[in-house]
Structures are given as structure tokens and as C-alpha cells.
């Protein structure tokens, strides 16, 4: 507990010396009065990241505009958000295409790629700079269907880029093999469900998905099926549930029931340590760590409220220039912290938790809060 406090202090420290705020593009120096010269172009690369995201409407895409306007520095550093396809061409984007530097990638879509595209070395092509949140495994299906291994020899939808990742992997390790159509779009998947044609829909989304929170489901037709957190999935998935106060049009009022999340992770292209293009991505990492204080206050997405840059992803490598910021803020503990930041932090603890012990994990996310709290009152 302590050590996780002192490292929270010492990153706070650093994000407070660092500032914040963007700057706006100067003129450059004897200019001509009439107009501004435009930027050299081999500046503007230099200071310039892309991160594919995905089609317009979920966090991805809007956190990408997000980093797009809170790390802005001019010509220093310009981030440029691409809508992407989704988590699994996100990925192959990343390892195939010249000008990707970054982008949003759901972990499980690094099995599904492994296997799918025959890429069995795919964990040493890229790196991970650090996880943002975590996407739900819902499976919408017929009230019939009573649990996972009912879907044996049924029709299932699972959408290319939000869904059959999942599907095929769980369904593997659970044992059950499905007729999956993933070529239909969403909104066409979703009437073939509510038309018969489907028994189940999978979908990878966040909780509160409005696509399944609108679903009619009158006289009772669909459900929520529960997913158990068993050994097989867990070096993959993360135990979460549902409650019928986020579904109340799936799940009968007061019940809960269990499922798995992913970790939506921002992933790199492992680039050489002395190239260009990892200069450029590690003056982005700079930039995030600096200012993902601003990123979780509002108007940014509420999903930024649930990244912890210094939790770790299994069975993969940490960017080097993420990793060095985090060896950097762990070494600062052995210089021992103001006492005053300490007391602060110690009394917001307090205040936010109304116990003195808790976990590392608790702590790290409070820290996130103190973060927004001390932006905010500064």
C-alpha cells in the first residue's frame, strides 16, 4: 500500500511540474505581414503520430479525438486519429500498413490473429503502451437458450469487427462448436435474430451498449446468457456481470448475471528503439502520461476514467518508452515525497473511501481520481 502511495505521489509531482495546455501553431519568426508561412514539412512529420481507431459512434473514435485535441503541441507533436474497422483490422493495420503508427485493440483480437492469419510470432511485431478499459462479452439469445453450452449446433451472429473474435475464441475453449455467419453488418445481424433466422448474437461493446439496451424484446423473447469466468478463458478475459438496472430489457428486475470483459488496449508497432518513427510515438507516451489528468475530466469520454497507465497486460511487452516512464516514477521513490502531498493524498484516500486500508488496484484508480480532483482545483 505504501509503495503503491509513494509511486502515486511521484507521478502526480511529475504531471503537476509538467503543465498542461496546448499550444497553437506560432508564426515563424519575420513572417510576412500579409500571411503566415506554412510549417516545413519534414517538421510536420517529425511531430506527427497516427492512431486508428473505429467507425464513428464508440469510445474508440471519440477518445481518439480526444487525444487529438488535449495533445496538441503544435508542430511538436500532432496526434491524428483514422477511423479504423475494428479491433481485429486495427491490429493488422498496425503490423502491415506504412503510415499506422498506434491504435485501439481489444487483447483478444491478438489470439484471434495468431490463429486466423497464421502469424504465430505477432507478440514480438508490437508492443502495448497501456490498457484504456474494458469491452463486455454480451450473447443476446433466445430465452430458450439457457446457458453457453446450449449453443452447440445453433446459429449464431458475431459481427467481423466487434463480435467473432470472442465468439471463435470462447466457443473453442468452451467446447462449442456454432454456425457463425460473421459477414452480415450489425443491424442486419441483429434482425435476423429478432426475425428467427439467429439464435444468439455476440458482441464485444461497452456496458450500456445502446445497439442492445434498445433492443424490443417484447413478451420476452431474448436474454442476456451468462458467461462463467472458467479456467479457460482466464488468461485472457476478466470476470464481470450485467444487472437488470443496465438491461432492463434483457434481464428480469433484480438479477445479475456473470460475463467476461476484454481490455481495450492502445497498441504500437515495435518499432526500433533508434528510429524515427519510435521518437515519435515515445514524445506521444510523454504527452499522455503528462496529461492524462486532463483526458479523464469532462467533456472527454468517461472512458478515460477507467485507464491505469501502469497496469500491466499478460503475455505481452510494454512499450520501452511507457516502461521507462514507469521505471522513472518508481525509482523516484527513493526520494522521499512532500509531506504535505503525502497528508493530501492520505486525506482524499479517506474522504473517497471512508476506510483507511486498500488495495493497490483501488489505489491506483483513486489516483486517476485525485488526478481530475487536483486539476480541477488548481
Not at 434482425?191 to 433492443?215: F, M, Y
Not at 476506510?355 to 480541477?376: H, M
Request: with cysteine; charged share 25%.
Amino acid at each position: 500500500m505504501h509503495g503503491v502511495l509513494r509511486l502515486a505521489i511521484c507521478i502526480l509531482l511529475t504531471v503537476v511540474a509538467s503543465g498542461a495546455g496546448s499550444q497553437p501553431l506560432a508564426p515563424k519568426q519575420g513572417a510576412a505581414k500579409q500571411g503566415v508561412e506554412s510549417p516545413e514539412r519534414d517538421a510536420l512529420n517529425a511531430g506527427t503520430v497516427t492512431v486508428i481507431t473505429a467507425p464513428i459512434g464508440g469510445p474508440m473514435s471519440i477518445m481518439g479525438s480526444d487525444m487529438a485535441s488535449v495533445l496538441d503541441d503544435g508542430d511538436k507533436l500532432r496526434v491524428l486519429p483514422i477511423l479504423g474497422k475494428g479491433a481485429v483490422q486495427n491490429l493488422i493495420d498496425i503490423i502491415r500498413l506504412k503510415n499506422i503508427d498506434m491504435g485501439f485493440v481489444t487483447s483478444d483480437a491478438l489470439e484471434f490473429v495468431k490463429t486466423e492469419y497464421n502469424i504465430p510470432d505477432i507478440s514480438n511485431r508490437v508492443r502495448y503502451i497501456a490498457p484504456l478499459f474494458h469491452n463486455e462479452i454480451h450473447i443476446v439469445a433466445r430465452q430458450e437458450i439457457k446457458t453457453l453450452q446450449d449453443l452447440n449446433g445453433r446459429r449464431v451472429f458475431a459481427e467481423r469487427s466487434i463480435g467473432l473474435p470472442a465468439a471463435r475464441i470462447i466457443f473453442k475453449r468452451m467446447g462449442i462448436e456454432a454456425d457463425i455467419d460473421s459477414q452480415t453488418d450489425p443491424d442486419g445481424g441483429l434482425q435476423k435474430l429478432l426475425s428467427g433466422e439467429r439464435d444468439a448474437w455476440v458482441a464485444s461493446v461497452s456496458k450500456n451498449a445502446p445497439v442492445i439496451k434498445n433492443i424490443k424484446n417484447e413478451g420476452g423473447k431474448f436474454h442476456l446468457l451468462s458467461i462463467p469466468y472458467d479456467q479457460p478463458l482466464q488468461d485472457i478475459y476478466l470476470p464481470s456481470s450485467f444487472s437488470s438496472e443496465e438491461y432492463p430489457n434483457l434481464l428480469p428486475p433484480g438479477t445479475t448475471i456473470d460475463t467476461v470483459a476484454v481490455s481495450t488496449v492502445l497498441m504500437v508497432y515495435n518499432w526500433p528503439a533508434e528510429s524515427d518513427r519510435y521518437k515519435r510515438v515515445a514524445r506521444f507516451v510523454d504527452a499522455l502520461f503528462d496529461k492524462i489528468g486532463q483526458l479523464q475530466q469532462p467533456p472527454r469520454h468517461p472512458k478515460w476514467r477507467d485507464t491505469v497507465l501502469s497496469a500491466n497486460l499478460s503475455g505481452l511487452v510494454r512499450f520501452k518508452a511507457a516502461q521507462d516512464r514507469l521505471d522513472k516514477a518508481q525509482a523516484a521513490m527513493s526520494t522521499s515525497p512532500n509531506p504535505a502531498d503525502v497528508e493530501e493524498f492520505r486525506t482524499f484516500l479517506s474522504q473517497r473511501n471512508g476506510r483507511e486500508r486498500v488495495s493497490p488496484e483501488e489505489t491506483a484508480k483513486i489516483y486517476n481520481n485525485f488526478l481530475r480532483w487536483r486539476d480541477g482545483q488548481r
